[in-house]
């Protein structure tokens, strides 16, 4: 005969409590997230034009018309070429810090502190130092490549293509690589060390053991750093806008939705494309939770 343990009732206080606890999140979140998100997806289905009379319902000749703007298209690839670069190299560069600060037995904490300085930098401030140093009269990058001998003359950085989407991808990747790292030192930190001694009994090397070891027992939280890279690099805009303003060769998605509603004053195309910005890094990242589930869900 199998017996039930009761359920325990719960007193008027602490529902009263959880009730106080919940209701101003889910006030604030409705107020500031999923009611303007509930809007903006209604309105993208409208023409909302101030140099035009009336608000018609369009259905979905918004979106049909960003996807034959020749800028949006300009923008998306860039955008993607933004994503595809940041999240590769501040994988890369993220995973070598929490490597080696791992490794660090006296002043971890020090060591800590300067890593993630450059991600306490507002974007703004971030990207016009660098800016500074870009810069082809005076910036040190020059100065720099001149005194080694590697260029011969100033170089304008930002008059080729494909190094202005690098450099700017770089910039972003110096402020957004320590949130990775330390996601990264995190997941390490949580590995027994018996584990790597038993790897290295059964004569496992350093790269051996990092891929049998160390990646298996940090999926999840790598898997947290590939879906903030990825959702941060979809949305960049200051880096790109500081460095090269509204230049078509590195504007970036954000960019355009910014121009196409507060400069054009096409709202309503604003809004069409801030959603599908949404939903593009929305289902990149989707990737990565589901990822993160099929590793720590338990049969």
């Known amino acids: 005969m199998s017996t039930s343990s009761p359920r325990r009732s719960r007193k008027p206080g602490e529902l009263a409590l959880a009730a106080a606890l919940v209701v101003p999140i889910v006030v604030v979140m409705g107020g500031l997230v999923f009611w303007p ?9 409208y023409r909302i034009d101030p140099m035009r009379p009336g608000t018609p319902f369009v259905g979905l000749a918004n979106y049909g018309s960003l996807l034959a703007d020749a800028n949006t298209r300009a923008a998306w690839l860039n955008t993607f070429a933004y994503v595809a670069m940041a999240v590769v190299l501040e994988t890369i560069g993220g995973m070598g810090a929490a490597l080696l600060l791992n490794r660090v037995k006296h002043g971890r904490q020090w060591l800590l502190a300067i890593t993630v300085l450059p991600w306490c930098l507002p974007p703004v401030v971030n990207a016009i130092v660098w800016m500074w140093i870009f810069n082809p009269s005076y910036g040190l990058l020059n100065h720099a490549l001149l005194w080694l ?38 997941a390490l930190q949580s590995i027994p060390r ?24 940090i999926s999840s939280g790598l898997a947290i750093a590939l879906s903030q890279s990825t959702v941060f690099a979809f949305n960049l805009f200051d880096e790109a806008w500081i460095l090269s303003g509204s230049s078509l060769d590195t504007r970036s998605v954000i960019i ?43 049969d």
């Open 149 to 186: 001998g590697v260029i011969d003359a100033r170089k304008v950085w930002f008059n080729d293509q494909a190094t202005a989407l690098f450099l700017v991808s770089l910039v972003h990747v110096w402020r957004m690589m320590p949130l990775t790292a330390v996601i990264l030192l995190a």
């Open 37 to 45: 998100l509930a809007t903006s997806v209604l309105d993208s289905f």
């Open 256 to 298: 355009q939705v910014y121009l196409t509603a507060f400069q054009n004053l096409r709202f309503s195309s604003g809004m069409a494309l801030s959603i599908l910005a949404m939903l593009a890094s929305l289902m990149v990242s989707l990737i990565y939770v589901l990822r993160v589930y099929r590793e720590t869900r338990y």
């Open 194 to 217: 018996d584990l790597y001694e038993a790897a290295r009994l059964d004569g496992a090397g350093p790269i051996k053991s990092f891929r049998l070891v160390t990646l298996p027992l």
